[in-house]
């Protein structure tokens, strides 16, 4: 079965920094789309940022020059650099991604289980 794990997240001030990894594990044969979503208490599951296998990007208004995301195509990894770090930032942070398995030819989309992210003083 396919695994996308999640890691990084934790407290931090505002104005601070934290990077986000996602390693995906399993039966797979091509990794396409990847992608970093959050969801706060009370809220809809909304996207932050994407990437392409060919490393174009796609960010939210809300984070447009303070988020970067990136992969590592070799180790099936996705990250989010964060910086300039605002409490409405706090949220779930969900990793996405579009995978082709080994021996099928269908794609299918997974998730990790999140990892929480807190912007406090």
């Known amino acids: 079965q396919v695994q996308l794990v999640e890691s990084g997240g934790g407290l931090v001030q505002p104005g601070g920094s934290l990077r986000l990894s996602c390693a995906a594990s399993?039966?797979?044969?091509?990794?396409?789309?990847m992608g970093w979503y959050r969801q706060a208490p009370g809220k809809q599951r909304d996207v932050v940022a994407t990437?392409?296998?060919?490393?174009?990007?796609h960010y939210a208004d809300s984070v447009k020059g303070r988020f970067t995301i990136s992969r590592d195509n070799a180790q099936n990894t996705v990250y989010l650099q964060m910086d300039s770090l605002k409490p409405e930032d706090t949220a779930v942070y969900y990793c996405n991604a579009d995978i082709l398995p080994k021996q099928l030819s269908t794609r299918i989309n997974a998730w990790g289980q999140g990892t929480q992210v807190t912007v406090s003083s």
């Open positions: 990437i392409t296998r060919g490393g174009s990007t």
């Open positions: 399993g039966s797979i044969l091509t990794i396409y789309g």
